[in-house]
Each structure stands twice: as structure tokens, then as C-alpha cells.
């Protein structure tokens, strides 16, 4: 047990403390009982419980609910250079470990808490570093960090160009942050040209911009999702709802559907849909449009019965619990309309990317959306976010991603 003292430290509540027993890493400022020391923001800070039991050493966001983040619950690490390379060749490693070769031209290698890197994202586009910076121990050794991670991945043969910063989230105000986007400057290198890339996901090929696509450039979380979309479209007609970049779309076509509609209420989104199947040779099969799928759905229920698949990859109806239960009737909505278009026979692969939306609430909406539409669900499958999205068990958050793929009987 450290007893010594190493940096300013807090004392923590009991409810902290079995929190962080169990795994979480976040401790929030009504849980912070006193301070011994000052610490400026983004500074390290020892956890301890009333007892003055050591619990943990992490990130101080002063102006965050989330006050402290974890970053180590081991008390003889010393947070050098060598322990942040450490955690990063372990991190890389993982990635090599769980997912082929292949798959490792689009990854996401650092996962925030779940890689205990609180508030890092960095996703892999074949040659470029996509890198969401959310808090502001993050933002203090970033300047560390990121050049580690460049040498640690061109040592292992990869042929990184340039790292972008889409620090232009929203959450970086609760920390204190600014919100800016532009090129990391890594010593001696000249800025990349362009932020555009090409990568391959599936045997399909996108063009990435990592400056203004969504997020960091694009969504790596439904990789194996999409293989699992594409093993049953053989030979089917396949309606692709919230299609994006079209991937779900392009999976199935890859996969032999017979044709595909890929909709999207964004004009912008179904030409980059249409773009990214020219480019797979795949526009024959793809046809890409600009709708509303709320008022999409109820409209071809006055049709004849078109398609025998349909794809449900909405994005987040709800990013607080305030507003879950509002988001349920909006996931309900679609999933109904959706089971009533099926004939019997049909296929249906729906999913929810906010983890307000849980998972036993996620699946009881869809209980409720199939009495009401008179059907009955076979599962085939249920999944997660791809492995390199890791989940960490005790923190919740991680766990957003739920998947389903069912047949209607």
C-alpha cells in the first residue's frame, strides 16, 4: 500500500470508493470529501478513502462533474515516459492481438477509459491519426503521447503521414478546453498535404476526410457488424435506413444483395453514399436517397411490399437519461414501421449507439414494437462494438453499442 505522499491527494466517499472497487475510473466532485494539496487543472492526483487507503492516481478537471480521472490503480507506477510507452505499446498490441491484419488499416487503437487513456480517442486511417483530445489531463501530455504513438507505430511498419486534432467537440467546454481542428505538429516533419485518405474495411474502399467527416472521419464501431449484414444479403432487397457513408449499404451489395436502397435524410451524407459506390463499382446494385425515414417508413407501408431486409443504424436518439425515454419511442417508431414492411420470412438488423439506451431497455422496446406490429422476432444474432472498441467491465460507458440481427416469423 502507498502511504507515502506522491502528489496532492483527495479523500473520497465510501460510494467512490466501492465504484472504483469495481472498476470504474471516474470519481465526480460530490464524492471528493477533502483535499490535501493543490494541484493545478489537468494535474495528477493520489485517490484515497477515509481510511487514507491509497485507491488510485488520476487526471484533476477542475471545472468537470468528472473531477478526477483514473489512470492507474497501481501504486508503484511512476507516470514517466516509460509507463505512458508502455501503455501504448499495450494498447497497440491489443489491437494486433484481436483483430487480422487487414483490419488494422482502419482501427481505433486508444479507446479512452476502456485503454485507460481518459478522454484520448485515437482512430487509425491507413496513413493518418485521427485524435479526439476530451479532457484535460489528456490535453497536458498529449505532447508526450502522440509522438510515442507515431514511433511506436512506424517501428512496427506502419506508414504514418501526419496526425489530425478534431478537438471541436462540444465536451471539451466542460473541461475548460477550446474547441479548435488542425494538423499535430510532429518535429521536423512538414504538414501533410491533404487530409484525406483511403482505407479498407471489408474488401470496401473509402475516401476519409479527417478534417470534416463525422467524429474522427468515420464510424470503425460496426466493422464485424457489417460482415454479419453482408453474410445474409445474398440475393435479398435490402433497405439501408441512416445510411451515412453507405457502409452497411456497400456490405450488402459486396454480399450479393440482390439490389439495395441506401436513404439518408442529409444530402451531403447520400453523396458521399453514392461516391463510395461508384468507387466499389457497386452503383448498379446501390441506389442512393434523400429522405426523412421517419415519414420514409409509414410511406411504403402504403406499397406493395418491397423489401425482405432492412438495416436500422440510427444515430444517438439520446445522450443523457433525461432523455432515454423520449429516444425509446423514436427507436420504437422505426423498429415498428420496420417489422410492418417485412413480409414473414424477412430479415431485420437494428441497433442503438447510445449506452442511455440500455441494453434491457433496448430490448424490451423491441418486444413491444413487434406485439404491436403483430410479429414475431427470431434472434440471430446480438452484438457489440468491434473488439477494438474494447469494453471495460465496472465502466458502463464503455458499453454503448447494441446490435441485433433477427428474422420476422
Not at 483514473?70 to 505512458?84: C, E, G, K, Q, V
Not at 494538423?183 to 478534417?211: C, H, M, R
Not at 456490405?251 to 451531403?268: E, F, I, M, Y
Not at 415519414?295 to 425482405?308: S, T, V
Request: overall charge neutral.
Amino acid at each position: 500500500m502507498r502511504t507515502e505522499r506522491i502528489y496532492p491527494s483527495v479523500t473520497v466517499t465510501g460510494k467512490a470508493e466501492s465504484t472504483i472497487l469495481r472498476g470504474h475510473p471516474w470519481i465526480y466532485d460530490t464524492e471528493i470529501l477533502s483535499m490535501d494539496g493543490s494541484q493545478e487543472n489537468g494535474g495528477l492526483m493520489d485517490v484515497r478513502s477515509r481510511k487514507g487507503a491509497y485507491l488510485g492516481t488520476g487526471f484533476l478537471s477542475e471545472k468537470s462533474k468528472i473531477r478526477i480521472r483514473l489512470i492507474s490503480r497501481n501504486a508503484n507506477d511512476r507516470f514517466d515516459s516509460a509507463f505512458w510507452e508502455r501503455k501504448l505499446r499495450w494498447a497497440w498490441e491489443y489491437r494486433k492481438t484481436v483483430m487480422a491484419p487487414p483490419d488494422l488499416d482502419a482501427c481505433r487503437i486508444i479507446f479512452g477509459e476502456a485503454d485507460m487513456f481518459p478522454g484520448l480517442t485515437v482512430d487509425k486511417f491507413h496513413d493518418l491519426l485521427s485524435v479526439q483530445v476530451l479532457s484535460a489531463g489528456m490535453e497536458q501530455v498529449k505532447g508526450l503521447l502522440l509522438p510515442l504513438l507515431v514511433r511506436i507505430l512506424r517501428e512496427d511498419g506502419q506508414n504514418i503521414r501526419g496526425v489530425y486534432e478534431r478537438n471541436d467537440a462540444a465536451l471539451r467546454d466542460k473541461e475548460g478546453l477550446p474547441q479548435y481542428k488542425g494538423w499535430f505538429p510532429l518535429q521536423g516533419e512538414a504538414v501533410p498535404e491533404s487530409p484525406v485518405t483511403e482505407i479498407e474495411e471489408n474488401g470496401i474502399k473509402y475516401l476519409v476526410d479527417v478534417e470534416n467527416g463525422q467524429k474522427t472521419g468515420f464510424f470503425l464501431d460496426q466493422k464485424y457488424n457489417r460482415q454479419a449484414v453482408a453474410r445474409l444479403a445474398r440475393g435479398r432487397t435490402v433497405l439501408d435506413c441512416f445510411t451515412h457513408t453507405g457502409s452497411f449499404a456497400l456490405n450488402a451489395a459486396l454480399g450479393g444483395a440482390k439490389r439495395v436502397t441506401a436513404v439518408d435524410v442529409s444530402s451531403s451524407a447520400v453523396e458521399m453514399a453514392r461516391a463510395n459506390a461508384e468507387r466499389n463499382g457497386l452503383s448498379e446494385v446501390v441506389d442512393c436517397v434523400t429522405a426523412n425515414i421517419f415519414e420514409l417508413l409509414p410511406a411504403l407501408e402504403k406499397k406493395p411490399q418491397e423489401y425482405d431486409f432492412i438495416i436500422l443504424d440510427p444515430p444517438a436518439f439520446t445522450k443523457s437519461r433525461k432523455t432515454a425515454v423520449n429516444a425509446m419511442s423514436g427507436y420504437k417508431e422505426i423498429n415498428y414501421r420496420a417489422m410492418k414492411l417485412l413480409p414473414r420470412g424477412g430479415y431485420l438488423a437494428t441497433c442503438s449507439c447510445s449506452h442511455f439506451a440500455e441494453e434491457a431497455k433496448f430490448a424490451a422496446m423491441l418486444q413491444s414494437a413487434a406485439r404491436d406490429a403483430d410479429v414475431r422476432l427470431r434472434q440471430i444474432e446480438a452484438r457489440q462494438q468491434s473488439c477494438d472498441h474494447p469494453i471495460l467491465w465496472g465502466a458502463e460507458e464503455t458499453n454503448y453499442l447494441k446490435f441485433y440481427l433477427f428474422q420476422v416469423v
